[in-house]
C-alpha cells in the first residue's frame, strides 16, 4: 500500500504486521463523505494484497468512530439516484472485501459508530469499543430503509428480535448494550481501550496465524452468505427511500435544525 496515495480523511499506521486506519474528519465526526466512500473499498482491497499487513486495526480520530452518511451527501441523493448508486457500489464492495480478507479486522470503536459507522465497525471480526461509545442504524429516523449491511449484521449478532427494534425504531444503545445483546465483543472504559487492542492482538499474534486466517474464512461463510443474498434488494429498497419526500423533509429539517415532520404531504 502507498499510503500518500489516500486523501487526508484517512492517517494510517503500519508497526509490526498491524495497520491502524484511522478515520480522521473529527471536525465532521468522522461521517462518510463520498470522498471517504469512494476510498474505503481501496483501503480493504490493498490491505488484503499487501504482505506486510497481518491485522487490521479500523479506528476513528476525535470523539466519534463515526457518525455515519454526511449531510453533502445526504443532499446530493436529492438531485437524483446516481450519487446514491455509486455509494451503493462502494458500500458493497467494502462490506465484500472485509468479510472476504483472512486478514484479522479489529474495530477500535473510541465513540459513538452511527449508520454506515455502525455497519462499518461491525463489518470487522472483533468490535471493542470505549463505555462511553454508543451504536445505532437510525436510517428510519431520515426516511431512509435500513438496507445496507446493518439490515445483514444486527440480526447475524443479536437475533432477529432485537434487530427488528432497533432498525425499525433507529434507538441508539450503549456499548454495554451492544455487548450484552451480542452485537459487539468487548467494552472498556476510554481509558483502557488502546491497551485491550493491544492486549487482543498480542493474543491473535501468539496463536497460529493460517489457523486465525482459516477460522475467519469459516466464521464468515453465514456472513458472506447473507451479505449476497440481501445486500442488493436491500441497497434497491434504500435508493427508493432516498427519492421519495420523507427523505426529503427530513435533510430539509436537518439544514433548518428542526425535526423531521413525516406527516407532511
Same mark, same amino acid.
Given at each position: 500500500?502507498?499510503?500518500?496515495?489516500?486523501?487526508?480523511?484517512?492517517?494510517?499506521?503500519?508497526? =509490526?504486521?498491524?495497520?491502524?486506519?484511522?478515520?480522521?474528519?473529527?471536525? #465532521?465526526?468522522?461521517? *462518510?463523505?463520498?470522498?471517504?466512500?469512494?476510498?474505503?473499498?481501496?483501503?480493504?482491497?490493498?490491505? $488484503?494484497?499487501?504482505?506486510?499487513?497481518? *491485522?487490521?486495526?479500523?479506528?476513528?480520530? +476525535?470523539?466519534?468512530?463515526?457518525?455515519? &452518511? $454526511?449531510?453533502?451527501?445526504?443532499?446530493?441523493?436529492?438531485?437524483?439516484?446516481?450519487?446514491?448508486?455509486?455509494?451503493?457500489?462502494?458500500?458493497?464492495?467494502?462490506? #465484500?472485501?472485509?468479510?472476504?480478507?483472512?486478514?484479522?479486522?479489529?474495530?477500535?470503536? !473510541?465513540?459513538?459508530?452511527?449508520?454506515?459507522?455502525?455497519?462499518?465497525?461491525?463489518?470487522?471480526?472483533?468490535?471493542?469499543?470505549?463505555? +462511553?461509545?454508543?451504536? &445505532? $442504524?437510525?436510517?428510519?429516523?431520515?426516511? @431512509?430503509?435500513?438496507?445496507? +449491511?446493518?439490515?445483514?449484521?444486527?440480526?447475524?449478532?443479536?437475533?432477529?428480535?432485537?434487530?427488528?427494534?432497533? @432498525?425499525?425504531?433507529?434507538?441508539?444503545?450503549?456499548?454495554?448494550?451492544?455487548?450484552?445483546?451480542?452485537?459487539?465483543?468487548?467494552?472498556?472504559?476510554?481509558? &483502557?481501550?488502546?491497551?485491550?487492542?493491544?492486549?487482543?492482538?498480542?493474543?491473535?499474534?501468539?496463536?497460529?496465524?493460517?489457523?486465525?486466517?482459516?477460522?475467519?474464512?469459516? @466464521? !464468515?461463510?453465514?456472513?458472506?452468505?447473507?451479505?449476497?443474498?440481501?445486500? =442488493?434488494?436491500?441497497?434497491?429498497?434504500?435508493?427508493?427511500?432516498?427519492?421519495?419526500?420523507?427523505?426529503?423533509?427530513?435533510?430539509?429539517?436537518?439544514?433548518?435544525?428542526?425535526?423531521?415532520?413525516?406527516?407532511?404531504?
Amino acid at each position: 500500500m502507498d499510503f500518500s496515495t489516500y486523501p487526508d480523511l484517512f492517517k494510517f499506521e503500519l508497526a =509490526d504486521g498491524v495497520l491502524t486506519v484511522t478515520l480522521n474528519n473529527p471536525a #465532521q465526526m468522522n461521517a *462518510i463523505s463520498t470522498v471517504m466512500d469512494d476510498e474505503l473499498p481501496r483501503i480493504f482491497f490493498e490491505a $488484503d494484497r499487501d504482505k506486510r499487513v497481518e *491485522i487490521i486495526v479500523l479506528t476513528g480520530e +476525535g470523539r466519534a468512530f463515526s457518525a455515519g &452518511g $454526511d449531510l453533502e451527501g445526504m443532499k446530493k441523493n436529492l438531485d437524483g439516484i446516481d450519487n446514491f448508486l455509486a455509494g451503493y457500489r462502494n458500500g458493497k464492495r467494502f462490506m #465484500q472485501l472485509m468479510l472476504d480478507t483472512e486478514k484479522p479486522i479489529i474495530a477500535k470503536v !473510541n465513540g459513538d459508530a452511527v449508520g454506515m459507522g455502525c455497519t462499518l465497525a461491525l463489518c470487522a471480526d472483533i468490535v471493542v469499543a470505549s463505555d +462511553g461509545a454508543r451504536f &445505532g $442504524d437510525p436510517h428510519v429516523r431520515v426516511g @431512509l430503509a435500513a438496507g445496507d +449491511g446493518g439490515a445483514v449484521f444486527w440480526p447475524h449478532n443479536s437475533g432477529s428480535a432485537n434487530a427488528k427494534y432497533f @432498525l425499525m425504531t433507529g434507538d441508539l444503545i450503549s456499548a454495554t448494550e451492544a455487548k450484552e445483546i451480542g452485537l459487539i465483543a468487548k467494552v472498556v472504559p476510554q481509558d &483502557g481501550l488502546d491497551a485491550e487492542v493491544a492486549r487482543i492482538i498480542g493474543r491473535l499474534k501468539s496463536n497460529s496465524s493460517v489457523a486465525v486466517r482459516f477460522s475467519k474464512s469459516i @466464521l !464468515n461463510i453465514p456472513l458472506r452468505q447473507a451479505l449476497a443474498s440481501s445486500v =442488493d434488494a436491500g441497497f434497491a429498497l434504500e435508493s427508493i427511500s432516498s427519492q421519495l419526500p420523507d427523505h426529503r423533509e427530513a435533510v430539509h429539517a436537518f439544514v433548518e435544525k428542526r425535526k423531521p415532520d413525516f406527516s407532511r404531504k
